[in-house]
């Protein structure tokens, strides 16, 4: 790793060289969504990741985009992410360099070098990965059975950190857990024979129509309540919050924008539903955001089926759960508010609808 640290404090004056070295062996180049390829074993698995899928042309400008140049053999020899946020601007830029039985990976972003990755293979299989970051360094090493990878041992700033023990059998990945000292995570697990991500969706939605209302009677209020949100981030998280705003808590929210009065990371009363049961669904959802982020269709699952629980809890009389108002609304909505007005729309009647329209909270 000394070595791996030293060649890392020099590759600030090797950009050029190293750009110059790589792009000449460059035959042919290919437009890929992120996250890309990636040489190491279970790198997307671990993540509930993808690969990242060859596109025939340059999305807009706007959108982030790979360009990948590849050698003569197939093998990934530069590449260079476009921010969409910066208008199309090339901002990272990795270089390999390709030898008998290693590889270095060299990656750089406007401010210089951000790591330096060696791969060293043995037999066709990589056996283990050297990297180097500006702030930090680690190690993984790679144990396979009949060829295949079984076995990931991670080290952080040269401590054990982690192993991942895969399982495979003759359909190929069956599961994939982490062993964190004493504890243990299943980050992937096949889905069982028959089973129907429709059905356990629809499973969910009626398990948090009985949940929600039971958390709801727990929380710490005593005015009445205007509105209550079912917050979430995203299908890998499937984390679902609960947060509940009274009608002088919102009034004050929308003195500083109207839409704040929806934001339930700015009320002061709230709770988080367990969803362990669920991790399977979550893990599919992911999956299906990482077929294709730009339709992120497992997140578009996600929001659809937190609406119908809304829509479905403002049907019930809360009076014996809950004070509340005389516009009292349950909505899903994500913490950053992006889907805050299709969502109301999905959420609430026509009548509670056109009443929070009419007093100005939209």
């Avoid at 108002?325 to 349950?330: A, H």
């Amino acid at each position: 790793m000394s070595d791996v640290a030293a060649r890392f404090a020099q590759l600030a004056d090797e950009y050029e060289s190293r750009k110059r070295e790589a792009t000449a062996l460059v035959a042919s180049w290919d437009w890929y969504t992120w996250p890309g390829l990636d040489l190491r074993p279970l790198r997307f698995e671990r993540d509930l990741l993808r690969p990242g899928r060859r596109l025939d042309a340059r999305p807009p400008v706007d959108a982030d985009v790979l360009r990948l140049g590849f050698d003569a053999q197939g093998r990934v020899a530069v590449v260079q992410e476009y921010s969409g946020f910066l208008h199309g601007r090339l901002y990272y830029e990795t270089f390999f360099r390709h030898g008998h039985e290693v590889v270095e990976e060299a990656h750089f972003d406007t401010d210089g070098p951000i790591y330096l990755h060696e791969y060293r293979f043995d037999d066709g299989l990589m056996r283990a990965a050297n990297m180097v970051a500006r702030h930090g360094s680690g190690r993984e090493t790679y144990t396979y059975t009949d060829g295949r990878i079984s076995r990931v041992e991670i080290e952080r700033h040269g401590r054990p950190a982690a192993i991942l023990v895969a399982e495979h059998d003759d359909h190929g990945l069956r599961a994939l857990v982490e062993v964190t000292g004493r504890r243990s995570r299943e980050l992937y697990v096949r889905p069982p024979a028959g089973f129907d991500l429709d059905a356990a969706c629809r499973a969910l939605e009626d398990e948090l129509v009985a949940l929600i209302p039971d958390a709801a009677a727990l929380l710490p209020v005593d005015d009445p309540v205007a509105c209550l949100a079912l917050s979430y981030a995203g299908p890998a998280q499937l984390s679902l919050g609960i947060s509940a705003a009274t009608t002088d808590e919102r009034d004050e929210l929308r003195t500083v924008e109207t839409r704040a009065a929806w934001s339930p990371a700015d009320f002061d009363t709230s709770t988080d539903i367990d969803l362990g049961p669920s991790r399977l669904i979550r893990q599919e959802l992911a999956l299906l955001d990482a077929d294709d982020l730009d339709v992120s269709a497992g997140s578009e699952t996600l929001r659809r089926l937190l609406c119908a629980v809304a829509a479905r809890l403002n049907l019930r009389d809360w009076s014996a759960t809950l004070p509340v108002t005389d516009d009292f609304v349950v909505y899903a909505v994500d913490l950053e508010l992006v889907d805050l007005e299709r969502n109301l729309t999905s959420c609430l009647p026509p009548d509670r609808l056109a009443l929070i329209r009419e007093r100005g909270l939209l």
